[in-house]
């Protein structure tokens, strides 16, 4: 499988160092998890993944070319806006396709009028399924239920399938155990 | 109306009718309304200027206005919250107000300026408006997805190595331009009204972001037509009762 990601000793942080060194490698097709107590500066990795944090030893080696996705905890300033959920999808690029029921109905419908859930659902997949060859999730199961999370987990594995190297931080144990071929815990002071 | 004496200033005003909602839309959605208010100020400010020194106060408006949208990024580390705008404003007010008062001719334009004088526009107004105007509508369907974009989902859009400083740079400028250019014709609360109420209305109203611009112009120039015509038929300044009109259109609809 072509590796997508090479990670080596990785320190990252904003103002200073505040991650445990992280050493990872993610192929095409592979979904990695990435677990551990709060506080411990899993969305800093990612963040640094996405260039945005500051990388204070190690490295961080792409695949040239290589498209990101980032979906972050901010929730999308839509509040007041008359932006309806199939517009978000067209502004990332991706498609409607595969959408459950519950969303696929309410596709048109202005964001702010939709709930809690189901607008968090409709803003990952705007980014999960934007074309991108890799994906980097900050806890995608927040306010999430039970078939949320279930249809979230089938298609990170389709999103897979096709391709995607995906790496998804996550506080839910069961979701990462049932979505990642592969989880790295990070600890304070312990980077595997 | 059939009359070249207001046929002229009828269709100078409506190019700024379809042009100033859907602008002041993206202000919105930036949560940057202010800054109609700001540039408009900045644009009197700057034609009296160029009046008391001599040259034609129409490009001295544009040239201030375009000048705050151009250099706003640079201080924009200082001046966050939208406080570059209230800035700009007290700025530009103080200025005109000041040249108003000491000098007669800047007195007049100002009166103009602030009333509103929209049937002084004359062919020279309408062959700029007419090409400006079309020119902006074209720039700005070019940035109306990146502001989007930007706006939903910021790290994303940093992270596909999308640049911002075009867009945000490109619709500061933009807006700059388009409020001096409608500053000159409409007056500064003209172009306000018409920049705040029709996006308000429609933020509220429409069921999604097309719609929303759709419904945003049709409110801009069904006003801008009744407030045409009854200034006219009633002999009273266009700015203030476009104003009023609008706010009643916006008292009903929200």
Same mark, same amino acid.
């Given at each position: 499988m072509t590796s997508l990601l090479q990670v080596e000793a990785l320190v990252a942080g904003w103002q200073q160092p505040a991650t445990p060194p992280v050493n990872l490698s993610l192929a095409a097709g592979e979904i990695i998890g990435l677990t551990g107590p709060n506080g411990v500066g899993k969305s800093t990795v990612l963040a640094a993944l996405a260039g945005r944090a500051q990388v204070f030893a190690g490295r961080i080696v792409r695949q040239p070319g290589l498209r990101l996705a980032l979906q972050t905890q901010d929730v999308p300033?839509?509040?007041?806006?008359?932006?309806?959920g199939r517009e978000l999808l067209q502004l990332t690029g991706a498609?409607?396709?595969? /959408?459950?029921p519950w969303l696929i109905d309410r /596709?048109?419908?202005?964001?702010?009028?939709?709930?809690g859930g189901q607008r968090h659902y409709l803003a990952l997949w705007a980014i999960l399924h934007a074309p991108a060859d890799l994906v980097l999730l900050d806890?995608?199961?927040?306010?999430?239920?039970a078939a949320g999370v279930q249809h979230l987990t089938a298609h990170l594995h389709d999103r897979a399938r096709a391709g995607a190297g995906i790496v998804v931080v996550s506080h839910d144990a069961a979701f990462v155990e049932a979505a990642c071929d592969r989880v790295l815990r990070l600890e304070a002071g312990n980077g595997e | 109306m059939a009359s070249d004496l207001f046929l002229i200033p009828f269709l100078t005003g409506l190019c700024l009718a379809v042009l100033l909602p859907l602008l002041g839309a993206y202000l919105r959605l930036r949560d940057e309304w202010l800054a109609a208010l700001a540039y408009s100020h900045v644009a009197a400010a700057g034609a009296l200027l160029a009046l008391v020194g001599g040259f034609v106060p129409a490009i001295g408006g544009v040239a201030a206005a375009g000048l705050a949208g151009a250099s706003k990024r640079l201080f924009a580390g200082r001046l966050s919250g939208g406080a570059s705008y209230a800035l700009l404003l007290l700025g530009g007010w103080a200025v005109a107000v000041l040249l108003a008062a000491n000098q007669p001719m800047a007195e007049r334009l100002g009166h103009a300026l602030f009333d509103g004088?929209?049937?002084?526009?004359g062919p020279a107004q309408l062959s700029v408006v007419v090409p400006g105007g079309l020119l902006a509508l074209v720039v700005l369907r070019r940035l109306a997805k990146n502001l989007l974009l930007a706006h939903v989902y910021p790290d994303f859009f940093r992270i596909r190595g999308l640049r911002a400083w075009p867009t945000q740079s490109g619709f500061d400028l933009l807006a700059a331009l388009c409020l001096a250019l409608a500053t000159m014709n409409l007056g500064v609360m003209g172009a306000f009204a018409l920049v705040f109420i029709p996006p308000w209305l429609a933020f509220r109203r429409a069921r999604n972001w097309r719609a929303g611009l759709w419904l945003a112009l049709l409110i801009g120039v069904f006003g801008y037509v009744l407030a045409f015509g009854i200034a006219l038929g009633l002999d009273q300044p266009f700015g203030p009762v476009l104003a009023l009109l609008l706010i009643v259109i916006g008292l009903v609809i929200a």
């Open positions: 300033p839509v509040d007041g806006l008359p932006l309806s498609s409607p396709q595969g /959408l459950p /596709l048109d419908q202005r964001l702010d009028r939709l709930s806890e995608p199961t927040n306010n999430l239920d | 004088q929209l049937y002084f526009a």
